[in-house]
Protein backbone atom coordinates (compact mmCIF):
# COMPACT_ATOMS: atom_id res chain seq x y z
CA UNK A 1 0.00 0.00 0.00
CA UNK A 2 1.21 3.52 -0.63
CA UNK A 3 -0.42 6.82 0.42
CA UNK A 4 -0.10 9.86 -1.82
CA UNK A 5 -0.24 13.76 -1.39
CA UNK A 6 0.26 16.00 -3.60
CA UNK A 7 0.67 19.76 -3.10
CA UNK A 8 1.97 22.83 -4.78
CA UNK A 9 -1.19 23.66 -7.17
CA UNK A 10 -1.97 27.37 -6.89
CA UNK A 11 -3.22 30.32 -9.12
CA UNK A 12 -0.78 31.25 -11.65
CA UNK A 13 -0.33 33.24 -15.06
CA UNK A 14 0.30 32.09 -18.99
CA UNK A 15 4.07 32.08 -18.37
CA UNK A 16 4.69 31.31 -15.26
CA UNK A 17 6.41 28.51 -13.65
CA UNK A 18 5.32 26.36 -10.70
CA UNK A 19 6.56 23.00 -9.13
CA UNK A 20 3.95 20.24 -8.06
CA UNK A 21 5.32 17.67 -5.30
CA UNK A 22 3.41 14.41 -4.17
CA UNK A 23 5.23 12.42 -1.01
CA UNK A 24 4.95 8.87 -0.53
CA UNK A 25 4.29 6.94 2.19
CA UNK A 26 3.53 3.18 3.21
CA UNK A 27 5.55 0.66 1.12
CA UNK A 28 8.76 1.45 -0.39
CA UNK A 29 8.95 3.90 -2.61
CA UNK A 30 11.78 3.50 -4.98
CA UNK A 31 10.60 -0.07 -6.52
CA UNK A 32 7.14 2.16 -7.87
CA UNK A 33 6.88 3.78 -10.73
CA UNK A 34 5.18 7.42 -10.41
CA UNK A 35 3.46 9.50 -13.03
CA UNK A 36 0.92 12.90 -13.06
CA UNK A 37 -2.30 12.99 -14.50
CA UNK A 38 -4.75 15.39 -14.91
CA UNK A 39 -8.35 16.45 -15.11
CA UNK A 40 -9.49 19.43 -16.58
CA UNK A 41 -12.89 20.65 -16.28
CA UNK A 42 -15.54 18.61 -18.19
CA UNK A 43 -12.73 16.30 -19.71
CA UNK A 44 -11.38 12.80 -18.99
CA UNK A 45 -8.36 12.51 -16.61
CA UNK A 46 -5.05 12.08 -19.15
CA UNK A 47 -1.67 11.10 -18.56
CA UNK A 48 0.94 13.86 -18.15
CA UNK A 49 4.13 12.76 -16.99
CA UNK A 50 5.45 9.51 -16.11
CA UNK A 51 9.32 8.27 -14.23
CA UNK A 52 10.55 4.83 -13.91
CA UNK A 53 11.98 3.64 -10.65
CA UNK A 54 15.22 3.72 -12.55
CA UNK A 55 14.33 7.53 -13.12
CA UNK A 56 13.61 7.13 -17.19
CA UNK A 57 11.03 9.85 -17.86
CA UNK A 58 8.52 9.59 -20.19
CA UNK A 59 6.13 12.68 -21.63
CA UNK A 60 3.25 13.07 -23.40
CA UNK A 61 3.28 15.72 -26.12
CA UNK A 62 1.41 18.59 -24.79
CA UNK A 63 3.92 19.10 -22.40
CA UNK A 64 6.99 17.97 -23.75
CA UNK A 65 9.72 20.50 -23.48
CA UNK A 66 7.69 22.68 -21.01
CA UNK A 67 7.37 20.45 -17.93
CA UNK A 68 10.25 18.11 -15.84
CA UNK A 69 9.22 14.74 -14.02
CA UNK A 70 12.04 13.52 -11.60
CA UNK A 71 11.85 12.09 -7.98
CA UNK A 72 14.06 11.53 -5.05
CA UNK A 73 13.80 8.58 -3.57
CA UNK A 74 15.48 9.19 -0.44
CA UNK A 75 12.53 11.62 0.08
CA UNK A 76 9.94 9.41 -1.30
CA UNK A 77 8.64 12.60 -3.31
CA UNK A 78 8.02 13.05 -7.09
CA UNK A 79 7.91 16.41 -8.59
CA UNK A 80 6.68 18.30 -11.79
CA UNK A 81 8.23 21.08 -12.62
CA UNK A 82 5.88 23.41 -14.33
CA UNK A 83 7.65 25.58 -16.72
CA UNK A 84 6.23 28.25 -19.66
CA UNK A 85 2.41 27.35 -18.71
CA UNK A 86 -0.60 27.91 -20.82
CA UNK A 87 -4.02 28.15 -19.96
CA UNK A 88 -4.86 24.71 -21.40
CA UNK A 89 -2.66 23.31 -18.35
CA UNK A 90 -5.09 24.42 -15.64
CA UNK A 91 -6.45 21.24 -14.51
CA UNK A 92 -6.84 19.41 -11.29
CA UNK A 93 -3.02 17.48 -10.99
CA UNK A 94 -3.48 14.07 -9.75
CA UNK A 95 -0.02 11.60 -8.68
CA UNK A 96 -0.38 7.79 -9.24
CA UNK A 97 2.22 5.03 -8.08
CA UNK A 98 2.01 1.28 -10.38
CA UNK A 99 4.31 -1.40 -10.55
CA UNK A 100 5.13 -2.21 -14.22
CA UNK A 101 3.53 -5.80 -14.85
CA UNK A 102 4.94 -6.50 -18.77
CA UNK A 103 5.21 -4.31 -20.69
CA UNK A 104 2.63 -1.85 -19.10
CA UNK A 105 2.46 0.04 -15.45
CA UNK A 106 -0.64 -0.57 -13.62
CA UNK A 107 -1.63 2.79 -11.46
CA UNK A 108 -2.87 1.07 -8.72
CA UNK A 109 -2.40 4.33 -5.92
CA UNK A 110 -3.85 7.81 -6.57
CA UNK A 111 -2.98 10.93 -4.53
CA UNK A 112 -6.10 13.61 -4.16
CA UNK A 113 -5.06 15.74 -6.37
CA UNK A 114 -3.94 19.57 -6.19
CA UNK A 115 -5.41 22.43 -8.14
CA UNK A 116 -3.39 24.56 -10.96
CA UNK A 117 -5.30 27.22 -12.64
CA UNK A 118 -3.43 29.58 -15.08
CA UNK A 119 -5.02 32.69 -16.03
CA UNK A 120 -4.40 34.49 -19.76
Known amino acids: QVQLVESGGTLVQTGDSLRLSCVAS????????MAWFRKAPGKERKFVAS???????YYEAPVRGRFTISRDNDQNTMYLQMNSVKSEDTAVYYC??????????????WGQGTQVTVSV
Open 26 to 33: GDAFSKYA
Open 51 to 57: IRSDGEP
Open 96 to 109: AAGLLRGAAVSWNY
